[in-house]
Structures are given as structure tokens and as C-alpha cells.
């Protein structure tokens, strides 16, 4: 870590990889000698429509995307597509809904706004969406145009791992909080997308994976600047895109490519980290994971000691200690560690050992 730089656990926008804001800064004045930063040049120059021809290309390789998917930097967020999904799926205005957390929910909200029959096909609500389905326990509709799922619950801690059978209906994904963070079958998708601003970039655009063959049931009702149709034809740039969460998403997907050395490298990193500190939480009581062990998740780790104002002293003691963001979200209490690709093993090793100490302090 730089001098003067904290371990911060945001859950979103979060760390950066350090690397990448080095060279951001470096190239901020004077983009390869075009006397300009990315943030100050047209989106219709040659310069900045490499940069996002780079980004799409990294990204591809990245995620090892078939040509016959259509890749999108939109904007309006994860949320924004909540609404642009049914918009541009839906052929019969049916689809079905896995409810595993808060934007699940949300998603099916949006659903139930744009289609004839956003059905519920499956939640955990009433366990506090403190796992994820079972196959048998969903009611999946095999004439439906799509089934969405939330992959990783940034809230709750809770992740698929596993993918639920949909026959030949197509899975739309929300990964805004695990994308890049281990290799995925983009084949077993129909669409996959993304807020950019936990592993990918900075805020300010949603990431969208589409088959092709998925594109041309456009609603008439449709916002231009969500058609996928339309957006895919002209390089996400209908309109202005935004252009510099762009350019730092291109190196950050550099830094995959380079430095990191690929995915299977990056789950491992992943891997290791969250292994730490739910072995961790393992050894002792006086914290708790309310996670199911099968559906925990490798990027957002919920836990709490079972006292509100214990996890109180715990956030504010953390804050003094030099850590931020470990305030678990209002929906649920407690604390989460959000942990993504940017956090150095280092940040959750000191975590740790603050946990033990406050453990000591306070049981
Ligand atoms: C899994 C998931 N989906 C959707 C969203 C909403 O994303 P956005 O703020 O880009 O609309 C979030 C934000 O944290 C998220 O974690």
C-alpha cells in the first residue's frame, strides 16, 4: 500500500487496484501526447474510440466472451437495467424471478412494472436471504422469456455457486459484485451484467454481456439510450458514454491481463483471502457469520456478535484503527467486510488481526 492510503472495505465504489491509479495519474495531464486528459477529449475521437475498442477487446479476452455476445457500457447502473432487462427481452412478457436479497428484489420490482407475468419462482426471504435456493426448491415456467438471478449478494454475504437449470430459457445474471472476480461460463448465460463500480471501474456505467440472438424483442416503450440493439451497433455511444469510468475500467483490465495474470489467477487471490477470514470466523463465538457455509460469498463477508452496540464499538474502533467501511448496510446490521479484487491480502490479514484484538478487549 502507498503512503497515507487505508484499507477500505466499501462495498461499492471501492479500492481501485493501487497500479492502476498510479498510471492513471501519471497519464492524467497529457493522455499519449495528445495534450489533453481522457476526461477532456470527444467521445468521437480516434484517441478515446480506441480507448473503448481496448476496454470491449480487454474485456473479451478477459472474460473469454464469444464473438455472438454484444458487449455494452450503458448507463443508468445495475439498477438502470432492472428496468432496460424486460425492456429488451421480453418476447411474451413472461419471465421468472429468483429472489435472493435486495436487488433481486429490486429487479423483480422493475419486472413486475414492464411485464404481462414477472412470476416469483423461487426466495429465501423468509430465511432472511441467508442462502441461496436449491434446484428443487425453484418453480421455474419453461415457456418464460428469461430467468434472473443476483449471483452475489453484496447485502446479505450470500453467492450462487452453482447456476440453476433453466433448460433452453436464458439466464440473466446481475454480477455487479463478483464480475471479474473468478472465470465464468459467459456460454451458460443469456445476458450477463453489472454495476462497473466494485470490481471494474469507478461508477458511472453498467456492463452488459448479451447473446445476440436475445437482441430484436424490443418493447416500443424502450429509452433509446438502453436499446441493446441500437447501443451494440453503435459501440455504446448513442450518446456521450462515460468516457473516463471507461478508460480506468481499460486499465484495470490491464492490470488483470498483466499483472495478475488472468482470472484463474485472480480467484485464487480471491480465494485465499476470504478462506482467512471465514477460517477465522470458525475458531471463535464471539462473532458470528449468519451465512449458510454453501452460500457464502467470496467478495462481501457478513458477520456480527449478536449485540448492536457491541458492533457499534467494533465499527467505530476500526475507523480509529485505520480501517473504513465496515458498517454493515442498514438492511441488515452488523458488519461487512467487502473484500474485492483490489484488496491486498495484507488489508484482510490486518483486519484480522484487529478482530482478535477487539475480541480480547471485549468478550
Ligand atoms: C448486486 C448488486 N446489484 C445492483 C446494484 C445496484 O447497482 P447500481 O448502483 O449500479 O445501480 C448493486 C449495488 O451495490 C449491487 O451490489
Not at 477487446?57 to 428496468?83: C, S, W
Not at 436479497?101 to 412494472?113: D, H, M, P, R, T
Request: glycine share 8%.
Amino acid at each position: 500500500m502507498l503512503e497515507n492510503r487505508i484499507y477500505n472495505f466499501s462495498a461499492g465504489p471501492s479500492m481501485l487496484p493501487e497500479p492502476v491509479l498510479v498510471r492513471a495519474q501519471k497519464e492524467l495531464l497529457n493522455y499519449e501526447g495528445s495534450g489533453m486528459s481522457v476526461m477532456e477529449m470527444s467521445h468521437r475521437s480516434k484517441v478515446y474510440d480506441k480507448i473503448i475498442c481496448d476496454c470491449q477487446e480487454n474485456l473479451r479476452k478477459v472474460m473469454n466472451i464469444p464473438d455472438h455476445y454484444k458487449v455494452l457500457f450503458l448507463q443508468g447502473g445495475a439498477t438502470g437495467m432492472f428496468a432496460a432487462i424486460p425492456l429488451n427481452l421480453a418476447k411474451t412478457g413472461t419471465a421468472d424471478y429468483i429472489v435472493t436479497g435486495n436487488f433481486s428484489g429490486g429487479a423483480y420490482k422493475e419486472g413486475k412494472k414492464y411485464l404481462k407475468d414477472a412470476r416469483l419462482a423461487g426466495s429465501t426471504e423468509s430465511e432472511n436471504f441467508t442462502r441461496i435456493p436449491k434446484q428443487e426448491e425453484l418453480t421455474l415456467n419453461p415457456d418464460a422469456d428469461y430467468v434472473h438471478i443476483c449471483e452475489n449478494n453484496t447485502i446479505f454475504g450470500t453467492k450462487w455457486h452453482w447456476l440453476p437449470e433453466t433448460g433452453n430459457v436464458p439466464l440473466v445474471a446481475d454480477l455487479s459484485s463478483c464480475i471479474l472476480s473468478e472465470p465464468v461460463d459467459v456460454t451458460k448465460y443469456g445476458m450477463i451484467y453489472g454495476g462497473a463500480q466494485k470490481n471494474m471501474a469507478p461508477a458511472g456505467f453498467a456492463v452488459v454481456i448479451v447473446r445476440e440472438d436475445l437482441l430484436g424483442n424490443k418493447s416500443g416503450l424502450c429509452p433509446k439510450i438502453w436499446d441493446f440493439a441500437t447501443q451494440a451497433d453503435k459501440n455504446s455511444m448513442i450518446n456521450t458514454p462515460p468516457t473516463y469510468a471507461i478508460y480506468i475500467c481499460k486499465l484495470v483490465l490491464d492490470w488483470i491481463l498483466n499483472d495478475v495474470g488472468g482470472l484463474e489467477n485472480m480467484k485464487k487471490r480471491n480465494e485465499e483471502k476470504a478462506a482467512m477470514l471465514y477460517d477465522y470466523l470458525e475458531t471463535t463465538d464471539f462473532y458470528k457469520s449468519g451465512v449458510q457455509k454453501d452460500s457464502r460469498s467470496m467478495m462481501n463477508v457478513t458477520f456480527r456478535t449478536g449485540d448492536d452496540e457491541l458492533d457499534k464499538k467494533f465499527v467505530a474502533a476500526s475507523v480509529e484503527r485505520g480501517f473504513t467501511n465496515l458498517k454493515g448496510h442498514r438492511l441488515v446490521g452488523g458488519m461487512r467486510a467487502s473484500i474485492y479484487n483490489a484488496m491486498p491480502k495484507e488489508g484482510v490479514e490486518a483486519l484480522i488481526d484487529f478482530m482478535k484484538e477487539f475480541e480480547k478487549a471485549n468478550r
